[in-house]
């Protein structure tokens, strides 16, 4: 059984930092692309960040400079540091695990709530 559990969420002032952790189960976590998605309210899910099984990373534009992803393969945990915060960052935020070998493996935690007010 795939788990994706989030961590690490919560209410922080503008220009706060946060850091979330993802841990994952039931996979070859050193397979799978990692990533963390967000969804704001009335919004579509969006793209945050992604590491790939060999530790290249790619961020949304909106975050380049702010947020760093990294992932530990020993401990099957991938984390997504979050610096210099904004009001239009709060969204709940989900972790994603995805391989693609001919057919495509993906799977998706439960989201952890990022709010970013004063």
């Known amino acids: 059984q795939v788990q994706l559990v989030e961590s690490g969420g919560g209410l922080v002032q503008p220009g706060g930092s946060l850091r979330l952790s993802c841990a994952a189960s039931?996979?070859?976590?050193?397979?799978?692309?990692m990533g963390w998605y967000r969804q704001a309210p009335g919004k579509q899910r969006e793209l945050v960040a992604i590491?790939?099984?060999?530790?290249?990373?790619t961020y949304a534009n909106s975050v380049k400079g702010r947020f760093t992803i990294s992932r530990d393969n020993a401990k099957n945990l991938v984390y997504l540091q979050m610096n210099s915060l904004k009001p239009e960052d709060t969204a709940v935020y989900y972790c994603?695990?995805?391989?693609?070998?001919?057919?495509?493996?993906?799977?998706w935690g439960q989201g952890t709530q990022v709010t970013v007010s004063s």
């Open positions: 994603n695990a995805r391989r693609v070998v001919v057919n495509t493996w993906e799977y």
């Open positions: 039931g996979i070859r976590f050193s397979l799978y692309e």
């Open positions: 590491i790939t099984n060999n530790g290249t990373t």
